[in-house]
T-cell receptor, first 117, second 119 residues
Framework: DTGVSQDPRHKITKRGQNVTFRCDPI?????LYWYRQTLGQGPEFLTY????????KSRLLSDRFSAERPKGSFSTLEIQRTEQGDSAMYLC???????????????FGPGTRLTVL | AQKVTQAQTEISVVEKEDVTLDCVYE???????LFWYKQPPSGELVFLIR??????QNEISGRYSWNFQKSTSSFNFTITASQVVDSAVYFC????????????????FGKGTKLSVKP
């Protein structure tokens, strides 16, 4: 399957612990996005990368959040000192100008559901 | 500011009924894209359609049709002869066009409309 994959699918952690999520985009997609979705809401943009460069961060991305895409392929999202308010679905998406003639057509992964106890 | 409003939180219909999901957007961009995504109970967002702001032609794909009206900043989605498998949360989203400044690339989603189709 050549879709966007995310790991793990579910993560339960205790408040104060650090967690890291991984996203593997569609092969050769040069843009990768992270979104957060809480219950009953639409996805909210967190950050995105073009190749390995992180081009934009949302105000939602506090200092406890960090994202990397070291080689322009997979990406990781780390949350330090988790809080109960971090409980959400974390979605990854990728896109490619070459494939669709528009950066905005994004293909989403299945998400990682984080529960902070 | 950019914003997407989906005023209908939940809609329930009986199978074979037609249903329209409303979407109203706000943007200062002169060129932009609009999207609809489907999120079934499994959780994965599925891309349905992308519309360029220059193209106001309505589009039909099988039982799905989209009505884009720039004058009212609306991009409504109609499902004809709904089926149980259409039950999902549907999101409308707005994206800025590359090169026009502001948030380039990310999507701004509405809160979604939960559609329940009963047999």
């Amino acid at each position: 399957d050549t879709g966007v994959s995310q790991d793990p699918r579910h993560k339960i952690t205790k408040r104060g612990q650090n967690v890291t999520f991984r996203c593997d985009p569609i092969s050769e997609h040069n843009r990768l996005y992270w979104y957060r979705q809480t219950l009953g809401q639409g996805p909210e943009f967190l950050t995105y990368f073009q190749n390995e460069a992180q081009l934009e961060k949302s105000r939602l991305l506090s200092d406890r959040f960090s994202a990397e895409r070291p080689k322009g392929s997979f990406s990781t999202l780390e949350i330090q000192r988790t809080e109960q308010g971090d409980s959400a679905m974390y979605l990854c998406a990728s896109s490619s100008l070459a494939a669709t003639r528009s950066y905005n057509e994004q293909f989403f992964g299945p998400g990682t559901r984080l529960t902070v106890l | 500011a950019q914003k997407v409003t989906q005023a209908q939180t939940e809609i329930s219909v009986v199978e074979k009924e037609d249903v329209t999901l409303d979407c109203v957007y706000e943007t200062r961009d002169t060129t932009y894209y609009l999207f609809w995504y489907k999120q079934p109970p499994s959780g994965e967002l599925v891309f349905l359609i992308r519309r360029n702001s220059f193209d106001e032609q309505n589009e039909i794909s099988g039982r799905y049709s989209w009505n884009f009206q720039k004058s009212t900043s609306s991009f409504n989605f109609t499902i004809t002869a709904s089926q149980v498998v259409d039950s999902a949360v549907y999101f409308c989203a707005l994206g800025a066009t590359e090169g026009y400044g502001g948030s380039q690339g990310n999507l701004i989603f509405g809160k979604g409309t939960k559609l329940s189709v009963k047999p």
